[in-house]
């Protein structure tokens, strides 16, 4: 990777994703594409070049792959779960359409693509624990829909037109940098707000919701890694199931209590999120990532927790 252009640099993923990129590869552009009203700022502005890249518009992927000579593209556009369902239409349109766009793009210009899949891209009839790399996927969700067909589509234009393209599912991201908007998985970045905050958090899904979750910074090490891997050793590419820990609202809610002891929470379900996280895995099996790129997490729940009460603390300016 040498000039990289990051599709949605401004989101939960992208605003950190483009910083590291930039830290990795001094000697390249990497350029932080954005759409109008979610411009860069601060450092993100600052560190080098940004574009217009509305993953609608295919020519303005080109023009920017053009000018940057952009050799890998991180596609990182797309609506969350819970949001994906109010307005499907829209999720299709910049899941997919934007992908189709991004890899005609690649495909032109010689680009190795990165599009994120899901523990969303499974559904109610996979099997829910230590879920396998290879296994149904029958989504419930538009969100999911998505993540499928993205998959599908990345797979045949690397097997029909030799485009790399690469991917893992994420499960849900821990960060206290970006605020998420609108997944299932994001009452576990809200908790902490919550409790650093100290107030009492109502928590939108019932206990014993299980779904795989991950710290953000094992979640950024994947997508470098992945795309640095050796191609040789994939026998997989879109897309690899990737785990770091699995647990429910009471398990995440008891952990922060270590730390703070004060913590309150009670239950105030939310149909919708609810409905969507029962149709996901409770955990993933990661073999594959492991065997083949050598994947490893390093953060665990324990970790994480302590990481994110400090790092929230010194942002919100709240002492302990
Ligand atoms: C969501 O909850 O929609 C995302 C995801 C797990 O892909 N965080």
Redesign the pocket.
Known sequence: MKNILVIGSTGQIGSELTMKLRGLYPQGDVVAGYIPGAEPKGALLESGPSAIVDITNPQQIADTVDRYHVDTIYNLAAL???VAEVKPQLAWKIGLGGLFNTLEVAREKNCAVFTPS???SFGSSTPHTKTPQDTIQRPDTM?GVTKVSGELLSDYYAKRFGVDTRSVR????ISYVAP?G?????YAVDIYYYAVNGEKFKCPLKPGTLMDMMYMPDALRAAVEIMEADPSRLKHRNSFNIASMSFGPEEIYTKIKEYIPDFEMEYDLDPLRQKIADSWPDSLDDTCAREEWDWKPEYDLDAMTRDMIANLRIKLNINA
Not at 170 to 173: E, K, V
């Open positions: 969350l779960s819970a899901s523990i969303g969100y994420f499960p849900g991201l998420p609108g997944g299932t998985t994001d």
